[in-house]
């Protein structure tokens, strides 16, 4: 029987095998030593710099999605973490109680009536669905990270931005390998999942950077 959600599985399960190769190959190796060479303090350091980043495109979708209070506190945190945060390195906000409310174009055509569409994987960025695919462009142009010149420093920000995210999913990972029977099927249930929950969610995000199973693009 196809799955509704999944009617593209026989691709998918393809593009995971591709995915698993790469990684095992190229990111996860990289995102070992990255953990096991960087003190976690500077860990820490550059997983709030980007994810302080992220919150100045959830003001903006907060704000498009007409949510007051998660738009005001995504811009004090960015505007708190900026300043006194130096730059974001350091996450001032949470320490003041200022919650993170993660949003981005995707959850902002979901506000509006945009449907989810089926699971789709992306090559290399892993689970997806066809709405978060188109809007994925809208989301990369506004994020800060696009505007820094020059192009090599940009790639060398995107570069490590996606090695500490694959790093935080090292332990998760792991856990899987060991746990899932099968690892597609419990990947795609869990991913379609949170982003059920994330569609209606006026609760605030945990105050740490987490990762929703896919590399950020």
Known sequence: NVNRDDPLEPYNRSMTKFNDAVDNAVL????????????????????????????SWSFVNNSLQLRLEPAVSSFFRFAINSTMGRAGILDVASEMGIDRYKHDFGLTLGRWGGPTGPYFVLPVLGPSTI????????????NLLSTVDPVSARNSLYALRAVDARANLLRAGSLLDDAALDKYSFTRDVYLQVRREENGRLRPSSSHPVN?????P
């Open 212 to 216: 929703d199973g896919r590399l950020p």
């Open 131 to 142: 709405r978060y695919t188109v809007e994925m462009p809208v989301d990369m142009s506004g």
């Open 28 to 55: 996860k190796p990289v995102a070992t030593t990255y953990q096991e060479l960087t003190p976690m303090l500077v860990r820490t350091g550059v997983s709030n710099f980007f994810a302080n980043i992220g919150d």
